[in-house]
């Protein structure tokens, strides 16, 4: 079986920077597409960013220019840089991947933003 194991979470200062790691078990080619959520405390989860299979990206009006989501194929692993954070990004976030047409989800990390 496949699971998604998250890290990089933390704390960060207004105008820091983390990055956020998804590594899946196994052994496999590619990601068929990955994407990252984000719950914000009291709110429904949001679609953050997701890179496709062509390696093509999309990212919400709210993160992009500052996140970019990433692959790297031969460590089975998806990265989301987060730059110039806001305290607004404040969240647990999850990642997302299809791999060999079945569907996984991360255990979720938090992410906060303060001074």
């Known amino acids: 079986q496949v699971q998604l194991v998250e890290s990089g979470g933390g704390l960060v200062q207004p105008g820091g920077s983390l990055r956020l790691s998804c590594a899946a078990s196994?052994?496999?080619?590619?990601?068929?597409?990955v994407r990252w959520y984000r719950q914000p405390p009291g709110e429904q989860r949001e679609l953050v960013a997701v890179?496709?299979?062509?390696?093509?990206?999309n990212y919400a009006d709210s993160v992009k220019g500052r996140f970019t989501i990433s692959r790297d194929m031969a460590k089975n692993t998806a990265y989301l840089q987060m730059d110039r954070m806001k305290p607004e990004d404040t969240a647990v976030y999850y990642c997302?991947?299809?791999?060999?047409?079945?569907?996984?989800w991360g255990q979720g990390t938090h992410v906060t933003v303060s001074s």
């Open positions: 196994g052994s496999f080619f590619t990601f068929d597409y």
């Open positions: 997302n991947a299809q791999i060999r047409f079945q569907e996984y």
């Open positions: 890179i496709y299979s062509g390696g093509h990206t």
